[in-house]
């Protein structure tokens, strides 16, 4: 049985079973997720969840990033999971079908740090918990998305449980617990996207994960085979269709998802599916120098899958600009680049963007209709009739076309840097870098909590 096999992989799996290129590239997604919380927590959406959390009280077991203060780890997990998904700007696997490390990792920190786990613990927790959602994601596909269920938020209250699971030591019948009680939990609705309840999907994920296994560690119960039973996770996320979990996790334990296919870390702050039309927007622009006058209509050739995801056609606020593909075209023809600070509302009104975006449209050609983000294709029409266009077949950042390890370092740093004083980033880096080294994750924690900018 599926359930029986990935709950025994849970608790089997040691450290040392692990290949080096899963925890070299678990590593990169780890120091992305760092970066991209950290920045989270500099916007006002943020303060209200830390302030929620803080005044609530609770017994002090894990840090509240850059909130000065320790929470119960289920509530810790909760903010910083939540602030880790609220600029958009985070990690994505085409296996998992969503956000993976938004989920899992601040699951792991905040229990980890609970248990004083090491950096070793952390990252065998997280590769874990990371290689039973891509195998749940791969096994569901594109039918549990495309009814409407964000994958962040179900899979990932699934993976975390993994991984707080795994840190707690819970043997076989404990972690099929956990994975019952998460199942239930879970939930998430892509209609959300655009507003601070899409983030907060990211944080119920953790939050459930570590409630979960943290309850079956007490003795609590849940159905045992949850994942494969008549009336369980796959069958019900999944609008009644079977998933093939028992094939997707035969070579559980043999084949690393986070090696290969592996992670995309975004160079944009926006929605992933936006990613294909902004690079073919920048290499039109460095190429052809097209001026907003003169374009008649911008089509976004796409899969009927991109517009699911990037849902705000015609977008009025920052926020839905994150989920705007129009949006984003436009400020890539207009600026030639797309950074956190152009998700203003101020911006997304300006007359010269709102005039592109008016021109742009979706085109769902026949054969992208299986594509998930990528194929896209771009094509500006002219006043003067000429056509220019350009495909995306790996958009940059993508784990075919991957950031570099200075990229990855520069976007910790650009995002760090908005909470950390210059030389804590500097030395979390490097912390994070050789994290199997850290003999107890508090050391990390601590600086997160109380040296932000906020605390001096």
Request: charged share 20%; with cysteine; glycine share 8%.
């Amino acid at each position: 049985m599926s359930t029986e096999k990935i709950a025994r992989y849970i608790s089997e799996t040691t450290y040392d079973n692990l290949p080096q290129d899963a925890v070299r590239e678990s590593k990169r997604s780890l120091i992305d997720c760092v970066g991209v919380t950290l920045a989270g927590c500099a916007e006002a959406e943020s303060k209200l969840l830390v302030n929620y959390v803080r005044d609530e009280g609770g017994k002090p077991e894990s840090g509240v990033i850059c909130g000065g203060f320790k929470a119960p780890a289920s509530e810790a997990a909760w903010v910083n999971g939540t602030n880790a998904h609220l600029m958009d700007y985070d990690d994505v696997s085409l296996s998992f079908m969503g956000h993976a490390t938004v989920a899992i990792l601040p699951a792991a920190l905040a229990v980890g740090e609970k248990l004083k786990a090491s950096g070793k613990d952390i990252l065998l927790s997280y590769i874990v918990g990371f290689e039973i959602g891509a195998r749940i994601g791969s096994a569901a596909g594109r039918r549990h998305y495309d009814i409407g269920w964000h994958t962040t938020a179900t899979i990932g209250s699934v993976s975390a449980a993994a991984t707080a699971a795994k840190l707690l030591q819970l043997d076989t019948k404990k972690v099929r617990m956990a994975l019952g009680i998460a199942a239930s939990l879970a939930g998430g609705l892509k209609e959300n996207f655009g507003s601070m309840t899409k983030p907060l999907h990211a944080g119920n994920a953790a939050r459930n994960g570590a409630v979960a296994a943290l309850l079956a560690q007490r003795g609590f119960t849940a159905n045992t085979s949850i994942l494969e039973a008549p009336q369980g996770f796959c069958r019900a996320f999944g609008g009644g269709a079977d998933f093939d979990l028992a094939s997707a996790v035969d070579d559980l334990g043999k084949r690393y998802d986070i090696v290969t296919p592996g992670m995309g870390l975004k160079p944009y702050p926006s929605c992933a599916g936006t990613h294909p039309a902004i690079d073919a927007a920048l290499y039109l622009r460095e190429k052809h120098h097209p001026q907003a006058a003169d374009i008649t209509e911008i089509e976004c050739h796409t899969s009927p899958m991109i517009p699911q995801a990037a849902v705000h056609s015609r977008p009025t606020t920052g926020l839905e600009g994150k989920f705007s593909t129009e949006f984003c075209v436009a400020m890539a023809l207009l600026k030639g680049s797309v950074e956190l600070k152009d998700f203003t509302s101020e911006t997304v009104n300006r007359p010269d963007i709102q005039g592109l975006i008016q021109k742009t449209r979706y085109v769902h050609p026949a054969e992208m209709e299986k594509a998930t983000v990528a194929p896209q294709e771009l094509i500006i029409k002219l006043k003067d009739g000429k056509v220019l266009s350009h495909r995306v077949n790996a958009p940059k950042g993508d784990s075919r076309n991957p950031l570099t390890w200075d990229e990855v370092a520069a976007k910790y740093g650009d995002c760090a840097s908005l909470s950390l004083p210059t030389i804590e980033v500097e030395h979390c880096l490097e912390l994070l870098s050789n994290l199997e080294a850290v003999d107890n994750i508090t050391t990390l924690m601590d600086i997160f909590t109380f040296k932000s900018k906020a605390q001096r």
